[in-house]
């Protein structure tokens, strides 16, 4: 089980639209579409924004939407505002089916210059 | 609404055991899979361990397998990880997360601090 791969750090002004991308591998990103994104205040629990790739839960920004080809995931947050300014983190099960291990990507840390 | 309450954090010599609980609320506690994770200080998160409804499914991160047992009491709507042979690394916030359907981790705990220091 090795986390997924996400860039440590984005930046971006006011109003500007970011990716953050998300790599796993064919043993779990790739062979699942339950990925979910995490944002993550100082401070403060995790809030799920992103859920089976290209949801979003009930309460999310509609300025956040995720995509994934093959083994890579992207979260996009367009229109970029201060209160966007956090950690995000994919999350992906792993097997041996649904319901079984999830790994972590290392997180990213998103900068509104 | 939705509570998830863990207690049992606390500091604990490298090698010693330790006990978190979950206090479930606000939803029914039998028919949902359950997992915690942690998150070391100024680190990402990490999953640690999921367990079934029924508790008849459990599965661990290598980083704790052998270590610690996930465990469930649905008569007392209760969560538990038994924590073993603590190490430095294991200094952690402790999250107790519900799982509902494609959603990994639902609801969150505030969580529970273990530090693991002699």
């Known amino acids: 089980q090795s986390a997924l791969t996400q860039p440590a750090s984005v930046s971006g002004s006011p109003g500007q639209s970011i990716t953050i991308s998300c790599t796993g591998t064919s043993s779990d990103l790739g062979s699942y579409n339950f990925l979910s994104w995490y944002q993550q205040h100082p401070g403060k629990v995790p809030k799920l924004i992103i859920y089976e790739v290209t949801k979003r839960p009930s309460g999310a920004s509609n300025r956040f939407s995720g995509s994934k080809s093959g083994n890579t995931a992207s979260l996009t947050i367009s229109g970029l505002q201060a209160e966007d300014e956090a950690d995000y983190y994919c999350c992906s099960y792993a097997g041996p089916s649904t319901f079984g291990h999830v790994v972590i990507g290392g997180g990213t840390k998103l900068t509104v210059l | 609404q939705v509570q998830l309450v863990e207690s049992g954090g606390g500091v604990v010599q490298p090698g010693r055991s330790l006990r978190l609980s979950c206090a479930a609320s606000g939803f029914t506690f039998s028919t949902y899979a359950l997992n915690w994770v942690r998150q070391a200080p100024g680190k990402g998160l990490e999953w640690v361990a999921i367990?079934?409804?029924?508790?008849?499914?459990?599965y661990y991160a290598d980083s704790v397998e052998g270590r610690f047992t996930i465990s469930r009491d649905n008569s007392k709507n209760t969560l538990y990880l038994q924590m073993n042979s603590l190490r430095a690394e294991d200094t952690a916030v402790y999250y107790c997360?519900?799982?509902?359907?494609?959603?990994?981790?639902?609801?969150w705990g505030q969580g529970t601090l273990v530090t693991v220091s002699s």
């Open positions: 997360v519900r799982r509902v359907g494609g959603i990994p981790f639902d609801y």
């Open positions: 367990i079934s409804y029924d508790g008849s499914q459990i």
